[in-house]
Structure formats: C-alpha cells, structure tokens
C-alpha cells in the first residue's frame, strides 16, 4: 500500500516540481557576445594599379561586406552626391564576408586623379539571406581627413622614381624608419621577399603591410615579390589572398609606358626534399610552370616592344650555390638571356653586391640589395640609377647601369 502511495506521489510531485521550478527560475538562453563594431587592422593598400582600374585591399577584425566609394578629384566635397559603389568581387557575383577585402575599381580614364574611401559591415549574425545583422557600419572619414587620392597609369611615362626594399624581417621600426618620407614620393614600391620571417597568423601583415599603408601604400601602388621565407609557417598557404597580382599568382609583369618589369617567384632556398620541409614543397613543378609562363612572356609583343627591361627576383642567380640560386640559374637566366634583359634586381643574401655579366651565367648584371636598406632607381630611356641608404637616411650605395640597345 505504502509503495503504490510513494508511485503516484512520485508520478504527480516530481513533474509539479519540475514545472514550479520552471515558473519560478525561468532558464535565459545564452547568446553569444557579438562585435557591435567592425575595425580596420591593415589598410587600406593599393595592388594592380592599370592605365583603367585599380585594387583596394583592406583587412577587417571581423568579418564583414566590404565596398568602395569612388569620386574623380575635381574639387567637390566627397559628400557633394551619392559616389558610385565597388564590391569585392572575389566572390563571383555573391558579396563575400570576409576579413580580407579585395576590391577593383574599372572603366577610368589613364593617368588621372581618383579619390576614394573603404566602408564596411561588420556581421554579426547570419540566419539565412533574409535575416543577416550587421554591425554599425564603418566608413572611412572623409569629412576631417581627406580621402586617398589615386592615379591611374598614364600610356607613357620619360622616366620612373621607384622604390625596393627586402629583406625586412617583420622589422615595422626599421621600415618605417626606411619610409618615412615616402608619402606621393614615388611612383611605385617593390617589396622584393622576405618582408617577414615566418607566417604563422593572419596578422602578419600589421608588421610591415599596415606602416606601408600609413606611409605611401593607400596612394602609391605596391607590387610584392615572394621571398623564400613567405613559404614558411601555417599561414603562408594564404600568401596570395593578402594581394591581388595581374596573373592570380604570385609571378606577374606590369608595365608603365616602354618600362616592362617581370616579378619572379624564386622560391624556396633549399632542395623539396630538405628534412626542414617534411615533404611539405612542390617547388621543382611550381617553378618549371613559371618557367613555361615566363618563355611566354618574353615571347609577347609587349615584353619584345618595351625599351627597359628589369627583372625582380628575390633569389639572386649564384653559380654551385644553394638549390634556390641554381634554380633560378637554370630554370629562368637561360629564357632572360635569350630575351634581352637590362637589370635582375635581388635581395636574400642580406648583403649588397653587384654581380657583373659573366659573374654567374646570366648574360645581364644583377644588383643585390642589402637587408633592410631603401633602395632608390631614376630610370629613363638611356640609365638605370640607383642610390641605397640605411634606416638614418645614410646613403650606403649608388651606382647606374646602361639600358642596352633593343
Ligand atoms: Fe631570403
């Protein structure tokens, strides 16, 4: 008797309780801290300047949906009317959310003047195409700073200020030390390799992409050249999400006016099969295809017009070297000497140098510049000049070479 009691007791009490305590201590539903602002980390930087377009590339703390507003520099207020908008279209027609941000402006006019300002929304949550909530946006001021201005590549140019610096290790003081009276200064800068150490986050580029940025690079166009230590850390398989090159990988050529550059990957420094790779590297098959597309470009009607032609290439050729500069003596000197080549510009052996032709099997001298040095170049028709300097401002280095007869 007592145990049927003690059952329904138990049938009855034990979900009134349950129920009471639902009434009286109601349960709140955890949610998620979520960002109510979106930052900018690095950026903006500007890739791919052409005589008809140009790339804005930032990076956001969160993800978010990213465009541009362009204005033409004629002297009205940016907010004098609505600017026409630019997406990222790296996703194919569907605006990514990402924190990297590449965006191309097209249909401009060569060699003029274009204002522009990055904005974003950051997300906070997504619950399908009808339900997405952004942060509040962020739009770059352009109310008590003026906006970066940007100039499209004009068809011919008598002659270049152009600055390479490589070698820098992840040293932000040192190169912006090397940079800090670069604002408008140069037509472009080159950064040719080993610019950080190791990528082993996505926030390497804070080191020396985000003082560029601060220094010249929302304004001045910025090619960059991978080095062999691009290749190492986790991160470095993203290396080419950072930047947006003409060809989609990381060897491309530009050209201002009859100045034809080609921008080499010169690899990794050590054979695929070194302990310190652990079966990680294809580089013999990557830099053989280079090679292919390289034979190509120097077969084109572009390179064959162009009057100066200067290779960069952060891995000098060097004769019974390491396997980087053998490899670059016998996959990519032998198609630029059949080529006509004026000047390979090199860094990686932290230490100036020129290599005079016949020094190595390239038939064209190649200029190596010092670790953490600004390297200045004056080209025109008839020289390449050249001037190097330290982080004072000290002048290291200077010297010409000829542009050979075409
Ligand atoms: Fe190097």
């Known amino acids: 008797m007592m145990k049927r009691f003690l059952t329904i007791a138990c049938l009855f009490l034990v979900p009134m309780a349950i129920w009471g305590q639902e009434i009286s201590t109601p349960t709140v539903k955890e949610t998620p801290v979520q960002p109510s602002t979106v930052k900018l980390v690095c950026g903006p930087y500007l890739q791919n300047v052409t005589s008809d377009g140009f790339t804005v590339m930032w990076i956001s703390d969160i993800d978010a949906l990213g465009w541009v507003e362009l204005a033409p520099?004629?002297?009205?207020?940016?907010?004098?009317?609505?600017?026409?908008?630019?997406y990222d279209m790296t996703g194919a027609g569907i605006n990514p959310l990402s924190k990297i941000h590449t965006v191309r402006i097209t249909g401009l006019q060569p060699g003029t003047r274009y204002r522009y300002r990055i904005m974003m929304k950051g997300l906070r949550a997504f619950n399908g195409e009808r339900?997405?909530?952004?942060?509040?946006?962020?739009?770059?001021?352009?109310?008590?700073?003026?906006?970066?201005?940007?100039?499209?590549?004009?068809?011919?140019?008598?002659?270049?200020?152009?600055?390479?610096?490589?070698?820098?290790?992840?040293?932000?003081?040192?190169?912006?030390?090397?940079?800090?009276?670069?604002?408008?200064?140069?037509?472009?800068?080159?950064f040719d390799g080993d610019m950080t150490s190791v990528i082993n986050e996505d926030t390497h580029m804070a080191v020396y992409v985000q003082p560029a940025s601060e220094l010249f690079a929302d304004e001045t166009p910025l090619y960059v050249v991978r080095?062999?230590?691009?290749?190492?850390?986790?991160?470095?398989?993203?290396?080419?999400?950072?930047?947006?090159?003409?060809?989609?990988?990381?060897?491309?050529?530009?050209?201002?006016?009859?100045?034809?550059?080609?921008?080499?990957?010169?690899?990794?420094?050590?054979?695929?099969?070194?302990?310190?790779?652990?079966?990680?590297?294809?580089?013999?098959?990557?830099?053989?295809?280079?090679?292919?597309?390289?034979?190509?470009?120097?077969?084109?009607?572009?390179?064959?017009?162009?009057?100066?032609?200067?290779?960069?290439?952060?891995?000098?050729?060097?004769?019974?070297?390491?396997h980087g500069n053998k490899n670059v003596c016998e996959l990519f000197v032998p198609i630029l000497n059949e080529a006509g080549i004026d000047l390979m510009i090199s860094g990686h052996e932290h230490n100036y140098s020129i290599s005079p032709v016949g020094t190595s099997n390239a038939k064209f001298p190649v200029l190596i510049n010092d670790n953490l040095e600004l390297m200045v170049l004056d080209i025109d028709g008839k020289t390449i000049d050249f001037k190097t300097s330290d982080t004072s401002g000290a002048q290291t280095h200077k010297g010409s070479f000829p542009i050979v007869k075409k």
């Open 131 to 190: 339900d997405i909530t952004f942060t509040k946006p962020f739009g770059a001021n352009v109310y008590t700073a003026k906006p970066p201005v940007v100039t499209t590549l004009k068809e011919s140019y008598d002659k270049l200020h152009v600055a390479v610096v490589n070698d820098v290790h992840a040293n932000a003081e040192g190169f912006r030390d090397l940079f800090k009276d670069s604002r408008g200064k140069f037509d472009f800068v080159v």
């Open 73 to 86: 520099d004629d002297g009205t207020h940016f907010y004098y009317v609505d600017r026409p908008k630019y």
């Open 227 to 322: 080095g062999n230590h691009e290749f190492r850390g986790l991160f470095s398989r993203d290396w080419l999400k950072w930047f947006q090159t003409p060809t989609g990988m990381p060897y491309y050529t530009f050209q201002w006016g009859k100045y034809f550059f080609i921008s080499l990957d010169s690899g990794e420094d050590k054979p695929d099969n070194d302990i310190e790779y652990q079966g990680m590297l294809s580089m013999d098959q990557y830099l053989y295809e280079e090679s292919v597309w390289l034979k190509k470009v120097t077969e084109s009607e572009a390179f064959k017009n162009a009057s100066v032609r200067i290779v960069f290439s952060h891995i000098p050729p060097r004769l019974n070297d390491w």
